[in-house]
Nanobody
Framework: VQLQASGGGLVQPGGSLRLSCAAS????????MGWYRQAPGKQRELVAG??????NYADSVKGRFTISRDNAENTVYLQMNSLKPEDTAVYYC???????????????????WGQGTQVTVSS
């Protein structure tokens, strides 16, 4: 199973970006999908998460960011509006994936991470 993130870049304050993260492999199901970020010198923090039970956001992004997912495409999105310089970070996606193993009829569950995509908010 692999997660491929894309959509990062350089944007001016007040601008928007949309991140995408697609999961691929022999996937049986995906429960939780989320976005995290890590700024230089800081710990990785949760930005937003989504599963069948609902959606949660970090307080710092509420009202500005929207997480969504396309279950048919095993893809999670993060629409980021009204971006601020403090949103600058490497953004990582992750997902709790149940996948098929080489043993017929057997599955395993694990948490996978994408490779990260840089978001820079600067004038």
């Amino acid at each position: 199973v692999q997660l491929q993130a894309s959509g990062g870049g350089l944007v001016q304050p007040g601008g928007s970006l949309r991140l995408s993260c697609a999961a691929s492999g022999d996937i049986f199901s995906i429960d939780y999908m989320g976005w995290y970020r890590q700024a230089p010198g800081k710990q990785r923090e949760l930005v937003a998460g989504i599963n069948s039970g609902g959606i949660n956001y970090a307080d710092s992004v509420k009202g500005r960011f929207t997480i969504s997912r396309d279950n048919a495409e095993n893809t999670v999105y993060l629409q980021m509006n009204s971006l601020k310089p403090e949103d600058t970070a490497v953004y990582y996606c992750n997902a709790d994936v149940t996948y098929r193993t080489i043993v017929p009829g057997f599955t395993k569950r694990n948490t996978f991470w994408g490779q990260g995509t840089q978001v820079t908010v600067s004038s």
